[in-house]
């Protein structure tokens, strides 16, 4: 008996725009109309790679632009079979960040997007990514940044941008993340739905 495949969902958006909420809330909202549902965040700071990234973000340890982008993508790749053995259990993936953000802080930081990509190529492709807005006066209005690297406006300004050039409208959906939870919640679980019916029978696809 074939089981009907589950969805690739990724989130994605400047700091402060409510991913991980967000990631949160679909889970348990798509648990609780009857569709398995897993989170899932990147970077994964439990593997040996996940600590080393931890390390950098935390600003306890260096690493050039290049070797700190490899190792996010190599913890993407750590990755790619547990999450196509899920899915293909039928179970949906909301992930908190993905190759996106990867190529986005790197082409931020000044490496070439073309570069940034390579290494993504061949990871699962998402069938659908939730990209959070905010105009940057309501980013800026949000509770402080921490402490972490990159936690910074003129920085996240540029991420933005990086982003804005990665949206492909085939399987990219901007929302407006500028209102209330709930709001936010529901406009994303109408988009999941939607792909998760769409998508249960085709075949997985790969980046880029
Ligand atoms: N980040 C995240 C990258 O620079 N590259 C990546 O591939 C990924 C997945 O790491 F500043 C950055 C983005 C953010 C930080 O923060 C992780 P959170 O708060 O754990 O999402």
Partial sequence: MSTTRG??????????????????????????????AKYINFPDRSTDCGSLIDKFL??????NDETIHLLFSLNRWESKSKMEKLLKEGITLVVDRYSYSGVAYSAAKGLSYDWCKNPEVGLLKPDLVLYLTLTCE???????????????????????????KLYDSSYWQNVDANRSEMDLTQVLAKYADETIL??????LKLLW
């Fill in 138 to 164: 309501a980013m800026l209005s949000r509770k402080g940044f921490g402490n972490e690297r990159y936690e910074n406006k003129e920085f996240q300004k540029k991420v933005r941008e990086c982003f804005e």
């Fill in 198 to 203: 769409s998508m249960s029978n085709k075949p």
């Fill in 7 to 36: 969805a690739l969902i990724v989130l994605e958006g400047v700091d402060r725009s409510g991913k991980t909420t967000q990631c949160k809330n679909l889970v348990e909202w798509l648990s609780k109309s009857g569709k398995k």
């Fill in 58 to 63: 935390t600003n306890n340890q260096e690493f």
